[in-house]
C-alpha cells in the first residue's frame, strides 16, 4: 500500500509545550522538574487545556467518571484509530515520559481532521499513570476498563484517600467502585488500532543514533525480597570457612554473582533474549530499615548474620521469564544451603506482559520510517505503559484490539527526573510517525 | 622442671560470682545482661569488691592515676608475675568477657600468697577495655602506658568526656593528658611474666572440646569502608550488559566473591593461615544511612548507582595482613573498573598485633595442661586484650615484657551479649593453669 504521509513540524510541538512547559513546573524554569500527581489540580489543568484546544480546533471533548479525558473527531464511524498516553510526572519528574505521546497525539489528530478519512480518530488524556502517587500504576486506564479494584480507592497521598482526590477533580468514585467499566464493549470492538507514542526511558536509541523506536512488546515485572538469615559473630574470632561461619553477606555475593551467570548462559543461548534481571536494591530500602532491627546488628568486626535483596526480572513474555525464575529460585536455594543460610522469600508483585504487541502495525511503522528517512530500530518497551492495558483487552469476538507503542530518545536515557529531555525535533518525528498511522485505516487490521 | 601444681576449685571461682552477678546486672537474674561502662559507677564497684577483698586477703591496692587498680602480694621482690584483664562490659553484655580473667587472678593470687615465692605477683584490674563506650578500646591500660592521646579524653559518652567520667570515678586525667605513663619504666623492667586469662569469644574450644586454649599471638584489625559508585538507571529500559548498565550492587557481588576466592588461594597455600577477612556491613551501618541520601536512591526498579561495604582483615601478622591486602586493593580496583563503577576508601583504623606471645611459656602451658590432664589446643586470639598493650611494651633493655594468654571456652563461641557464659568448672580449670604458672618463676624468663 503506498504511504500518505503527514509530517508535524517542531514549531507545531513547541506551540504546545510553551504553555505546557508552565503547569506543574517547580519554580521558574522546566529544567527544575515537574511535579503533576495522580488527580491533582495540576493534571487537571493540563487536561483543561487540551480539552479547550480540541474544542479550538472542531473536535469533540469526553469526561469519564474516572476523570479521563476522550478527544476525538465528530464524524462518526464504524471504525476508530486512536492514541493516548498520560500527563502525570513522579514528583519532580520531567515534561515528556507521558506528556510527549499527548502533544504528538493531539497534534496529529488536529492535523488529519481536515482531512477525509473512512475512520474516526480519538486521542485518550489517561489519568495517573505513574505509581509514585497512590502506589498504583495506571489508575485511570485501569478504571476505565473496570480493572480497579475498590481497595485501591481507599489508598492515600498528600492526605487524601483516591477515592476523594477523584472527587476533587469531577470523576465519580462510586461508579469506579462498583467496578463497571466507562468504556463500553461496543466502542473497545470499533477500535482498529490503539497507538502510543512515549519517550524511551532507556539509551539505547540515543546510543545507536536511531530517530524511531518501533516497540516490539511491554515488559512486566515479578518483583521479590529475599532475605537471608546467617549468624552473627565475632569476626576475628570465627575461623573462616562454612564450618564455623554462616556469613549472610558472602551469601548474598555469591547468590548474586551466580544469578548474573545463570542470566549469562541464557543471553549466550539466546542473544536477543527478552529478559532483564535487577538487584536493585542490596539492605537499602529505608522504609523497611527503618522497621527492621536485625539490619542493624551487623557491625565491621561481626560475621554478617542478615542481609537482603530485591531481586526484579522484567520481560513482555511471562512464560520465559516465569520459567527462568523457577531456575532462579533454585539457585538462591542451592546457594544458601551451601553457606548454612535460611532464607525467605517475599513477593512485591508479579505483573502480566504483552509478549508482542500487533506485527502488521510494526511492519507499517518501519515502511513508514524508510519512507520518511527516519533511522528507527525495534525493541522492547522496558518500563509499563497505559496501551499495555488496551493490548490486554479483548473485542467481543474474542480478537485482541491491536496496539502498537512508537518510541522517540530521550536525553541520555532519562526519565523520572528534571534532567528528562525529548527536543521538539526528535517529538515531531515521533508524531510525524503516528500522524501518518493515523491517516491511512486500510491495512491496520 | 618439675611442675608443682596449684589447682583453684568451682567453688572458689563461684563465691565471688555470686556477688559479682549483682553489679550492673540489668534485671533481677544474671540472664538479662550486664552493663558496666567505661569509668562508669558500676565497673568501679566491681573493682572496689575486689579492693576490699584484697585487703581481707592480705594484699595490697593502688589505684593509679588512670583509675586502675593493682592489688600486689605485700613481699618486694626483683622480679613479677602479674595478670591482668578487665571489668568492664558492652551495653547489655555478658559477665565473663574480662571479669572470669580478674576473678581466676584473684583466686590464683590470693591462693599463692600463703606459698613461699622468689617472686611478687600482682593482678592488674585495668579500666575501660571495651571501645562501646567511649569508642576506644583499652582505655585504662593505653593510660597507664602513657599511650592514651590527650583528644581522647574529650570524647563523650552518656553526657560526660572522658576525662569528665574519669574525675568522676577519682581518677586524675590531667596526668593521663600530659602522656605520662602510670607504671614506671623500673616497673616494667621487673615484670618477668604478664598473662591474662579470658573467654575465647569464639566457638573453637568448644567445637573441638578443648579446655584449655593457649594463645599463639593477639590478632589486630585493618578496617576500610569501601564505596562505589556506578548509575542509577531504568532497570527494564536499561539492556543488560556493561555497555549500558554500570551496577554497583554487581560490582560489589563479584567483589565480595573475589575477595573470598583471594582469600582461599592464599589458605590452599598455607591452611594454618593467621588471617580473617570479614564484610560485616553491606549497605547497613545505621549512622551511615542516616546521613547518605545516595543509598536511598537506591530502588526494586532501577539499577544500582550506590553501594558500600566494610572490610576488615584480622591477623596476629601485620605484614601479611598488609600484603593481602594490597593485593585485595588491587582485586576491587580491577573489579570496579570492568564494571565501569568508580570506587573510594576510606580507612577506619589499622592497628598492630602481636604476631607471636611468648613462646616459652606457651610450652610451659602445655606442661601444665597436660599434667592436669586438661585438652588444650594452641589457638590465635581473635578480639584484642589489654595483654596486647603489654607485649608491644620493651623493658629498658630492649627486651619484650614476655605475655601470654590462656582462653577457656564460652558457650556457643558468644560473647558481648546476656547469652555470654564460662561455667565456673571452665573458670576453674583456667585458674588452675594460671595459677600453676604464675607459682613457679623459674622458666618463665
Redesign the interface.
Given at each position: 500500500m503506498t504511504i500518505v504521509s503527514t509530517t508535524i513540524t517542531p514549531q507545531e510541538i513547541e506551540a504546545h509545550y510553551s504553555v505546557l512547559n508552565r503547569i506543574g513546573v517547580l519554580g521558574d524554569h522546566p529544567n527544575a522538574g515537574f511535579t503533576r500527581a495522580a488527580y491533582s489540580d495540576e493534571e487537571s489543568a493540563v487536561m483543561h487545556y487540551f480539552a479547550v484546544q480540541a474544542e479550538q480546533n472542531g473536535l469533540i471533548t469526553r469526561w469519564d467518571a474516572a476523570g479521563n479525558l476522550f478527544i476525538e473527531t465528530t464524524d462518526r464511524h464504524e471504525q476508530w484509530i486512536e492514541c493516548g498516553s498520560h500527563v502525570d510526572t513522579v514528583p519532580a519528574g520531567g515534561n515528556f515520559d507521558g506528556l510527549a505521546g499527548i502533544v504528538a497525539g493531539f497534534v496529529a489528530i488536529a492535523t488529519l481532521n481536515q482531512k477525509t478519512r473512512s475512520h474516526g480518530l480519538r486521542l485518550r488524556i489517561w489519568r495517573g499513570e505513574e505509581s509514585a502517587s497512590f502506589g498504583i500504576t495506571s489508575i485511570g486506564a485501569s478504571a476505565a476498563l473496570g480493572k480497579l479494584s475498590a481497595d485501591s480507592l481507599k489508598k492515600r497521598h498528600a492526605g487524601r484517600s483516591l477515592a476523594q482526590a477523584m472527587r476533587e477533580q469531577g470523576a465519580d468514585p462510586s461508579l469506579i467502585e462498583s467496578g463497571q467499566p466507562t468504556i463500553e464493549q461496543n466502542e473497545l470492538n470499533q477500535i482498529s488500532a490503539h497507538l502510543e507514542l512515549h519517550i524511551?526511558?532507556?539509551?539505547?536509541l540515543e546510543?545507536e543514533d536511531k530517530e524511531i523506536g518501533i516497540v516490539s512488546g511491554i515488559?512486566a515485572?515479578s518483583?521479590d525480597w529475599i532475605t537471608l538469615h546467617g549468624a552473627f559473630?565475632?569476626?576475628?574470632?570465627?575461623?573462616?570457612g562454612t564450618?564455623?561461619r554462616r556469613?549472610a553477606?558472602?551469601a548474598?555475593?555469591?547468590?548474586?554473582?551466580a544469578l548474573?551467570e545463570l542470566?549469562s548462559s541464557y543471553?549466550k543461548e539466546n542473544p536477543d533474549i527478552d529478559l532483564?534481571?535487577?538487584?536493585?536494591?542490596?539492605?537499602?530500602?529505608?522504609e523497611k530499615?527503618e522497621h527492621d532491627k536485625q539490619?542493624?546488628n551487623?557491625?565491621?568486626?561481626?560475621?554478617?548474620g542478615y542481609?537482603y535483596?530485591?531481586f526484579?526480572l522484567?520481560s513482555c513474555d511471562d512464560i520465559l521469564r516465569n520459567r527462568y525464575k523457577q531456575k532462579a529460585m533454585q539457585i538462591i536455594q542451592h546457594i544458601a544451603t551451601e553457606y548454612g543460610v535460611s532464607f525467605e522469600i517475599e513477593t512485591?508483585s508479579n505483573s502480566s506482559g504483552v509478549k508482542s504487541l500487533d506485527q502488521p502495525i510494526q511492519r507499517r511503522m518501519q515502511s513508514i520510517c524508510e519512507s520518511l528517512d527516519y533511522s528507527h530500530r525495534t525493541l522492547p518497551?522496558?518500563?509499563?505503559h497505559d496501551a499495555a492495558l488496551i493490548a490486554q483487552q479483548t473485542r467481543s469476538d474474542q480478537t485482541t484490539i491491536p496496539t502498537a507503542m512508537i518510541f522517540i530518545p530521550c536525553l541520555n536515557?532519562k526519565?523520572?527526573s528534571p534532567e528528562e529531555f525529548a527536543s521538539a525535533e526528535q517529538i515531531a518525528k515521533g508524531a510525524s510517525v503516528l500522524a501518518t498511522l493515523m491517516q491511512q485505516h486500510v491495512g491496520l487490521v
Open positions: 524511551e526511558q532507556g539509551i539505547v546510543k515488559r515485572s518483583r559473630d565475632h569476626s576475628g574470632a570465627t575461623p573462616m564450618t564455623y556469613d553477606n558472602l548474598l555475593a555469591y547468590i548474586l554473582v548474573d542470566f543471553q532483564v534481571q535487577t538487584i536493585g536494591h542490596i539492605n537499602s530500602n529505608r530499615n539490619l542493624y551487623n557491625a565491621i568486626s561481626k560475621v554478617s542481609a535483596f530485591s526484579e522484567r512485591v518497551s522496558g518500563a509499563w536515557g526519565s523520572h
